[in-house]
T-cell receptor
Framework: GAGVSQSPSNKVTEKGKDVELRCDPISGHTALYWYRQRLGQGLEFLIYFQGNSAPDKSGLPSDRFSAERTGESVSTLTIQRTQQEDSAVYLC???????????FGSGTRLTVV | TQLLEQSPQFLSIQEGENLTVYCNSSSVFSSLQWYRQEPGEGPVLLVTVVTGGEVKKLKRLTFQFGDARKDSSLHITAAQPGDTGLYLCAGPLRGATNKLIFGTGTLLAVQP
């Protein structure tokens, strides 16, 4: 597609349930990123995929968070046993590589009740 | 730790006014980017500055990268309601050029 596509756009889940967020990057973009944005705050780095290299998971806040990417295509971010503090907008971005700007999706707004 | 601090945090102005927002760090960045984020959307890249002292203009927006590459500013001339949004600066982490850190953001509201 022409842009980065994220689904679902909104997700309300009960505390303790698992959720899976999906990101479909721009075709040909080798780099894919997940960020978290809490209400009124800046973007917090979570994880970065570059081609077939091992992902940079240094931003994942706990072992309840994990992400996968198949080759240079779709990525899924999974949050297990969700907590209320996980409520945020989860943004996915892709880029052509170092030195290039990111193209972001519209995000998934996650609300844990 | 590399941090990017933006000021002001919030800015509410009338249509037609000029404004400047700032992005400051104690660390040197190889480049800085500016993004604008509208409600319910992801940030959109506005510009990348790579040379100390560089000035780039995008219609009514003027971006400057500090000589020492530790700071940047965004000046908007004759602001319009369509300029409303969250402005974010971002720069690559030292030693991890593929990964951006983002500033704290400036939320701009332009009243008609």
């Amino acid at each position: 597609g022409a842009g980065v596509s994220q689904s679902p756009s909104n997700k309300v889940t009960e505390k303790g349930k698992d959720v899976e967020l999906r990101c479909d990057p721009i075709s040909g973009h080798t780099a894919l990123y997940w960020y978290r944005q809490r209400l009124g705050q800046g973007l917090e780095f979570l994880i970065y995929f570059q081609g077939n290299s091992a992902p940079d998971k240094s931003g994942l806040p706990s072992d309840r968070f994990s992400a996968e990417r198949t080759g240079e295509s779709v990525s899924t971010l999974t949050i297990q046993r969700t907590q209320q503090e996980d409520s945020a907008v989860y943004l996915c971005a892709s880029s052509s590589g170092a030195g290039y700007g990111y193209t972001f999706g519209s995000g998934t707004r996650l609300t844990v009740v | 730790t590399q941090l990017l601090e933006q000021s002001p945090q919030f800015l509410s102005i009338q249509e037609g006014e000029n404004l400047t927002v700032y992005c400051n760090s104690s660390s040197v960045f190889s480049s800085l980017q500016w993004y604008r984020q509208e409600p319910g959307e992801g940030p959109v890249l506005l510009v990348t500055v790579v040379t100390g002292g560089e000035v780039k203009k995008l219609k009514r927006l003027t971006f400057q990268f500090g000589d020492a590459r530790k700071d940047s500013s965004l000046h908007i001339t004759a602001a319009q309601p369509g300029d409303t949004g969250l402005y974010l600066c971002a720069g690559p982490l030292r030693g991890a050029t593929n990964k951006l850190i983002f500033g704290t953001g400036t939320l701009l509201a332009v009243q008609p």
